[in-house]
């Protein structure tokens, strides 16, 4: 499906709770990405890693936190200190970072729906 | 930094008639504009892209041109059918930040049978 897998697709949250989302990918891709989506607010970029064991900050990434232990695994915790976390979140992966003069084609994950209740 | 603006948010056409969706960006060394279809409940899947060292590309019945000086592209969807309704995000990398992509806010398009 793709070759990049989220889990799960439905997850609820008390208030007060860490959830994680998982992000696999069978690509051998370098980059990983984490990309929040709101209704009329596109995709924004909330953390991302160009290699194992380093990852950046994107531009919204209070709140969250993430890990590269594993060239595949790309986990994404939903902490406590996110004030408003329901969303859609969607993991991608590329081949390379991008670069300046490279192409950056995004594959996507099935994406995960977060509710606070 | 890079800064992507997608019009119009929402656009409607009868089946047949074609769609124009535009973009544009701030970042006067992106080189690179993909466009992204979003099928409702699905993940974005990249339907065409274009190189700033060209000013149009075609694929069947969709097309995307870059005007560099203007800063802006766009994607041009022809003899539209039902099936091409979905939600549409243009992207462009920020080339300070390593190339990263910058979305836009997205187009949901409804094709009317």
């Known amino acids: 499906d793709g070759g990049i897998t989220q889990s799960p697709k439905y997850l609820f949250r008390k208030e007060g709770q860490n959830v994680t989302l998982s992000c696999e990918q069978n690509?051998?891709?370098?980059?990983m990405y984490w990309y929040r989506q709101d209704p009329g607010q596109g995709l924004r970029l909330i953390y991302y890693?160009?290699?194992?064991?380093?990852?950046q900050k994107g531009d919204i990434a209070e709140g969250y936190s993430v890990s590269r232990e594993k060239k595949e695994s790309f986990p994404l915790t939903v902490t406590s200190a996110q004030k408003n976390p329901t969303a859609f979140y969607l993991c991608?992966?590329?081949?390379?970072?991008?670069?300046?003069?490279?192409?950056?084609?995004?594959?996507f994950g099935a994406g995960s729906r977060l509710t606070v209740l | 930094g890079e800064n992507v603006e997608q019009h119009p948010s929402t656009l409607s056409v009868q089946e047949g008639d074609s769609a124009v969706i535009k973009c544009t960006y701030s970042?006067?060394?992106?080189?690179?504009f993909p466009w992204y279809k979003q099928e409702l409940g699905k993940r974005p899947q990249l339907i065409i892209d274009?190189?700033?060292?060209?000013g149009e590309k075609k694929d069947q019945r969709i097309a995307v041109t870059l005007n560099k000086t203007a800063k802006h592209f766009s994607l041009h969807i022809t003899e539209t059918q039902p099936e091409d309704s979905a939600v549409y995000f243009c992207?462009?990398?920020?080339?300070?930040?390593?190339?990263?992509?910058?979305f836009g806010q997205g187009t949901e398009l409804s094709v009317k049978p």
């Open positions: 992207a462009a990398p920020w080339a300070n930040q390593g190339g990263k992509l910058i």
């Open positions: 991608a992966s590329s081949p390379i970072a991008g670069g300046f003069s490279g192409a950056n084609v995004l594959t």
């Open positions: 890693s160009q290699i194992v064991n380093d990852f």
């Open positions: 274009i190189r700033s060292n060209v």
């Open positions: 690509l051998n891709h370098d980059a």
């Open positions: 970042d006067s060394a992106s080189n690179y």
